[in-house]
C-alpha cells in the first residue's frame, strides 16, 4: 500500500501584486527570493522546508474558489524585537508589539501590503517542569 502520509510543501498567499509582495516580503521579513516567474503570476521565497509562495487573488485557476480566507502566515526568528522593528520600517502594519505569551513564546502581529496577518515569534521553548 502506498505511504499517504503528506509533506507539508507550500503556503500560497493569494496578493494583489505578486512581485510587490515578494519585495516587501524579503525586504520586511528577511527572505531571500527563490522564484519570480516572468508573468508575475508566481513567486516563491528561500524559507526553509515549507516554500512560501504568492500567486495572485484574480486568476481563472481559483477565481471563485478562494476568497477572504481567514489565514495566518507565521515566522520564526532568535531576535523577534528586531525583526519586528524591521518589518515596520519596511512597511508592514504593526498590530500588537512583541511580547511574551503563556506558551513559552514572544509574539508580535503585524499585517503585510495586502492586510495579511503575519506572526512574529520566537522559537517556542519547551515549558519548564513542575515540581
Known amino acids: 500500500m502506498a ?3 503528506p ?4 503556503t500560497v498567499v493569494y496578493v494583489k501584486d505578486v512581485a510587490r509582495s515578494v519585495a516587501f516580503y524579503s ?7 527563490r522564484r519570480l ?11 526553509g522546508e515549507t516554500t512560501i509562495a504568492f500567486t495572485p ?12 480566507a481567514p489565514v495566518e502566515v507565521c515566522f520564526a526568528y532568535a531576535d523577534v524585537d528586531a525583526a519586528f522593528k524591521r518589518a515596520v520600517e519596511s512597511g508592514a502594519t504593526a498590530v500588537s508589539e512583541p511580547e511574551e505569551k ?3 513564546q514572544k509574539v508580535g502581529y ?3 501590503i495586502d492586510g495579511i496577518v503575519v506572526r512574529m515569534g520566537s522559537y517556542v521553548k519547551p515549558p ?4
Do not use: C, M
Request: aromatic share 10%; proline share 2%; net charge negative.
Open 128 to 131: 519548564p517542569h513542575s515540581h
Open 110 to 112: 503585524v499585517l503585510d
Open 7 to 10: 509533506a507539508f510543501a507550500y
Open 102 to 104: 503563556e506558551w513559552g
Open 37 to 47: 516567474d516572468e508573468s508575475h503570476r508566481w513567486g516563491e521565497l528561500d524559507s
Open 3 to 5: 505511504n499517504l502520509s
Open 57 to 68: 487573488l484574480h486568476q481563472k485557476e481559483t477565481d471563485g474558489i478562494t476568497g477572504r
Open 27 to 33: 525586504k520586511a521579513f528577511g527572505h531571500s527570493v
